[in-house]
Protein backbone atom coordinates (compact mmCIF):
# COMPACT_ATOMS: atom_id res chain seq x y z
CA UNK A 1 0.00 0.00 0.00
CA UNK A 2 1.63 3.60 -0.81
CA UNK A 3 1.95 6.71 1.60
CA UNK A 4 -1.39 9.02 1.25
CA UNK A 5 -0.13 12.47 0.88
CA UNK A 6 -1.94 15.60 2.67
CA UNK A 7 -1.33 19.29 2.86
CA UNK A 8 -1.91 20.56 6.26
CA UNK A 9 -1.90 24.74 7.01
CA UNK A 10 -1.65 25.59 9.97
CA UNK A 11 -3.29 29.54 11.14
CA UNK A 12 -4.01 31.64 14.20
CA UNK A 13 -2.39 32.50 17.39
CA UNK A 14 -2.83 28.61 18.77
CA UNK A 15 -1.63 27.11 15.59
CA UNK A 16 -4.77 25.60 14.28
CA UNK A 17 -4.63 22.83 12.17
CA UNK A 18 -6.21 22.35 8.97
CA UNK A 19 -6.35 19.23 6.47
CA UNK A 20 -6.51 21.68 3.07
CA UNK A 21 -6.31 17.89 0.87
CA UNK A 22 -3.79 17.56 -2.22
CA UNK A 23 -5.45 18.87 -5.72
CA UNK A 24 -6.79 21.88 -6.70
CA UNK A 25 -7.32 25.36 -5.17
CA UNK A 26 -6.14 24.22 -1.38
CA UNK A 27 -5.36 28.01 -0.68
CA UNK A 28 -5.40 31.41 -1.82
CA UNK A 29 -3.19 34.33 -0.54
CA UNK A 30 -5.38 36.70 1.36
CA UNK A 31 -5.15 39.91 4.11
CA UNK A 32 -6.01 37.20 6.54
CA UNK A 33 -4.93 34.67 8.53
CA UNK A 34 -7.39 31.84 7.49
CA UNK A 35 -7.25 28.47 6.07
CA UNK A 36 -10.80 28.95 3.65
CA UNK A 37 -9.74 29.20 0.12
CA UNK A 38 -12.91 30.57 -0.80
CA UNK A 39 -12.94 33.69 1.33
CA UNK A 40 -9.85 35.32 -1.11
CA UNK A 41 -12.57 38.07 -2.48
CA UNK A 42 -13.63 39.36 0.59
CA UNK A 43 -9.95 39.11 2.10
CA UNK A 44 -8.14 40.88 -0.69
CA UNK A 45 -4.32 41.99 -0.50
CA UNK A 46 -4.20 45.50 -1.28
CA UNK A 47 -1.00 46.57 -3.54
CA UNK A 48 2.23 47.53 -1.74
CA UNK A 49 1.26 45.30 0.64
CA UNK A 50 1.52 41.71 1.84
CA UNK A 51 -0.68 38.64 2.19
CA UNK A 52 -0.90 36.84 5.29
CA UNK A 53 2.10 34.18 5.49
CA UNK A 54 0.67 30.68 4.40
CA UNK A 55 2.19 27.60 6.71
CA UNK A 56 1.67 24.81 5.29
CA UNK A 57 3.45 21.16 6.13
CA UNK A 58 3.03 17.59 4.31
CA UNK A 59 1.24 14.95 6.14
CA UNK A 60 2.13 11.35 5.02
CA UNK A 61 -0.25 8.55 6.63
CA UNK A 62 -1.14 4.86 5.41
CA UNK A 63 1.56 2.04 5.12
CA UNK A 64 5.21 2.53 3.60
CA UNK A 65 8.60 2.40 4.36
CA UNK A 66 10.27 5.58 4.14
CA UNK A 67 9.30 8.92 2.96
CA UNK A 68 12.30 11.43 2.21
CA UNK A 69 13.41 13.87 -0.67
CA UNK A 70 10.94 16.21 -0.14
CA UNK A 71 10.63 19.24 -2.66
CA UNK A 72 8.38 22.35 -3.33
CA UNK A 73 8.60 24.27 -5.51
CA UNK A 74 6.10 26.61 -8.66
CA UNK A 75 6.23 24.52 -11.49
CA UNK A 76 4.00 26.74 -13.39
CA UNK A 77 5.28 30.08 -13.43
CA UNK A 78 2.55 32.90 -13.64
CA UNK A 79 4.69 34.88 -15.02
CA UNK A 80 4.21 37.48 -12.40
CA UNK A 81 2.80 40.86 -13.05
CA UNK A 82 4.68 43.55 -12.18
CA UNK A 83 4.96 43.95 -8.67
CA UNK A 84 3.79 40.78 -7.37
CA UNK A 85 6.75 38.00 -5.79
CA UNK A 86 6.19 34.64 -3.92
CA UNK A 87 8.65 34.47 -0.99
CA UNK A 88 9.19 31.06 0.83
CA UNK A 89 11.23 28.51 3.12
CA UNK A 90 10.34 24.60 3.33
CA UNK A 91 12.60 24.36 6.56
CA UNK A 92 11.02 26.13 9.67
CA UNK A 93 10.32 24.01 12.31
CA UNK A 94 9.22 25.99 14.60
CA UNK A 95 5.40 27.94 14.46
CA UNK A 96 4.72 31.88 14.68
CA UNK A 97 1.77 33.03 14.21
CA UNK A 98 1.25 33.96 10.36
CA UNK A 99 1.80 38.21 10.10
CA UNK A 100 1.61 40.49 7.17
CA UNK A 101 4.79 42.34 7.93
CA UNK A 102 7.10 41.72 5.16
CA UNK A 103 7.85 37.61 6.26
CA UNK A 104 11.11 37.46 8.48
CA UNK A 105 10.87 33.76 7.82
CA UNK A 106 9.97 33.74 4.20
CA UNK A 107 13.30 34.93 3.00
CA UNK A 108 13.73 33.40 -0.38
CA UNK A 109 11.59 33.53 -3.97
CA UNK A 110 9.88 30.28 -4.22
CA UNK A 111 11.83 28.07 -6.80
CA UNK A 112 10.46 28.14 -10.38
CA UNK A 113 11.17 24.79 -11.14
CA UNK A 114 12.35 21.17 -9.28
CA UNK A 115 15.27 22.21 -7.37
CA UNK A 116 16.78 19.06 -8.00
CA UNK A 117 17.46 18.01 -4.25
CA UNK A 118 14.79 18.40 -0.79
CA UNK A 119 14.30 21.75 -0.09
CA UNK A 120 11.69 20.79 2.69
CA UNK A 121 12.88 19.70 6.07
CA UNK A 122 11.58 16.60 8.26
CA UNK A 123 12.82 16.94 11.55
CA UNK A 124 15.45 19.84 10.83
CA UNK A 125 17.11 18.36 8.05
CA UNK A 126 16.13 18.49 4.58
CA UNK A 127 17.91 15.20 4.82
CA UNK A 128 15.75 14.12 7.43
CA UNK A 129 13.14 11.06 6.61
CA UNK A 130 9.58 9.60 7.95
CA UNK A 131 10.30 5.79 9.02
CA UNK A 132 6.93 5.35 10.72
CA UNK A 133 3.71 4.58 8.85
CA UNK A 134 3.03 8.47 9.40
CA UNK A 135 4.40 11.73 10.05
CA UNK A 136 4.69 15.09 8.53
CA UNK A 137 7.08 17.72 7.38
CA UNK A 138 8.68 20.44 9.20
CA UNK A 139 6.84 23.89 7.85
CA UNK A 140 6.94 25.40 4.85
CA UNK A 141 5.71 29.45 4.94
CA UNK A 142 5.56 31.30 1.76
CA UNK A 143 4.12 35.23 1.36
CA UNK A 144 2.69 37.20 -1.43
CA UNK A 145 4.50 40.26 -1.33
CA UNK A 146 3.52 43.31 -3.41
CA UNK A 147 4.71 46.65 -4.68
CA UNK A 148 3.06 49.83 -5.78
CA UNK A 149 3.21 48.11 -9.19
CA UNK A 150 1.15 45.11 -8.72
CA UNK A 151 -2.30 44.86 -10.94
CA UNK A 152 -5.75 45.55 -9.60
CA UNK A 153 -8.14 42.53 -9.37
CA UNK A 154 -7.83 38.35 -9.82
CA UNK A 155 -3.93 37.56 -10.30
CA UNK A 156 -3.93 33.68 -10.93
CA UNK A 157 -0.91 32.98 -9.66
CA UNK A 158 0.78 29.38 -9.99
CA UNK A 159 0.74 26.16 -9.68
CA UNK A 160 2.79 24.97 -6.62
CA UNK A 161 4.19 21.40 -6.88
CA UNK A 162 5.28 19.21 -4.03
CA UNK A 163 7.80 15.78 -4.64
CA UNK A 164 8.67 13.13 -2.55
CA UNK A 165 10.37 9.48 -2.85
CA UNK A 166 8.71 6.97 -1.15
CA UNK A 167 9.79 3.15 -0.22
Same mark, same amino acid.
Given at each position: ??A????????G??NT???????????????????????????P???????????L??M???????????RF???????????????????Q?????????????? @?? /?? $??? !???? +??? #???? *?? &?????????I???????L?? @?? /?? $??? !???? +??? #???? *?E &?
Open positions: MATFNVIQSNAGLTNIGNTGNVFNFQSADVATPATYAANILFGTNSYEVWRFFTGSFNQIRDVWESANFAPSTGLQIMFKGTTIFLPPATVTSSIA @TS /SI $PTS !DPGS +ANV #SIGG *NV &SGSIVTSSGTDFVVLQQT @TI /SA $PAG !DTSL +ATL #SVSY *N &S
